[in-house]
């Protein structure tokens, strides 16, 4: 009994830590689903946030990812003006083969019991296929096909916000924010990554690209003139910007003494191990963090123009702000002698504080 106790405190606490609203366990044996919503803070609007599918180590290991996950989707909605608030979830397994349509509307289905409270869409292990599934036992659910009314695959968009991302750090840095003739190493290129290699081979960037598919690797090196590197030499190449796609955490204790990059700027979520710990470092080391949550956030902007019913126009417009949105927080960085990811986080933060105080007005 002592030792339930003590799973449930640990729970619990870790939801007190980052301000978490509910954690949600799905377990549908039927299926196989073994999932975890975690929905982080609903003050601006209802918790929207992409399910991975991932094959944890722990169950431990999932519902950190989730609450970290969840937390960066609350401020990456408020530091866009968006009426969202923040959530996540996962499911255990592997994607390439433990899925099927069964396990999919089951957990649309858990989505539905949640009364609009958490709004999902596709993310690392899901695809468009996936949320249209779930769209057959819920209403909340975007990024399902255009065929359907949907917007479909937000990685496009996405992509452009990490681009524009990176060109307000290259302007504060280079004075410029001309990208031709700069270095990018882009680690990981699954949907989101491929497209921003894209982007930048248009503008004359040198691309090197990192994967762990090999196959995949080869076949983008190739299709953009791209130039693959092994992913233990990322840390060590000497060039501009180091653009993380894939999986968070990698810049940590031990690579960011290897660290040649200016800037650092990606789609990856949570790619600082510790944000106070190494975004000071980055800043001691005068290397420019831009944000994760807030120069990936064109995903989530196009989820929302879905569900408004803004369309495609509207969601382009909303993720060029993202450039100027940038700069603002590199100002307040240098103004308070700050990481940029705290001035992010104060920004998204302030934002919170107004609106709550308008919704507890009436």
Known sequence: MSDNSSVVTSILDQLSALGHKKIVYCNDPDTGL?????????????????????????????LHDVLRLSRSMTYKAAIT???????????????????????????????KNLNGEFITAEDVGTTTRDMEFISMETKHV????????????PAPTSARGVFLGIKA???EVFGTDTLAGRS?????????GEHLVELLRKE??????SDINEERLHHVARKYKAKPVEADKIFGLDVDIYAPCALGATVNDKTIPKMKFAIIAGSANNPLADEQIHGQLLLEKNILFAPDYLINAGGLINCYCELTGFGKKRAIQ?????????????????????????????????RIIDIKKIK???
């Open 34 to 62: 073994k999932a975890i919503i975690a929905v982080h803070d609903t003050t601006l609007g209802p918790a929207l946030g992409g399910t991975r599918m991932w094959n944890y180590a722990t169950e431990a290991e999932a």
């Open 81 to 111: 003006g968006l009426n969202l608030g923040g959530g996540k979830a996962v499911i255990i397994g592997d994607s390439r083969k433990g899925k099927s349509e069964a396990m999919m509307r089951s957990y649309g289905r858990f989505i």
């Open 142 to 153: 975007t990024g399902v096909p255009e065929s359907i009314g949907g917007m479909g695959d």
């Open 169 to 171: 750090c290259v302007k």
């Open 184 to 192: 990018v190493v882009v680690q990981g290129i699954g949907n989101v």
């Open 204 to 209: 004359n960037v040198e691309v090197f690209i």
């Open 318 to 350: 909303l993720t060029e702000n993202i450039y100027d949105a940038t700069r603002n927080v590199i100002k307040l960085s240098k103004a308070d002698n700050i990481p940029t990811i705290l001035a992010a986080n104060r920004i998204a933060e302030q």
């Open 360 to 362: 507890s007005s009436f």
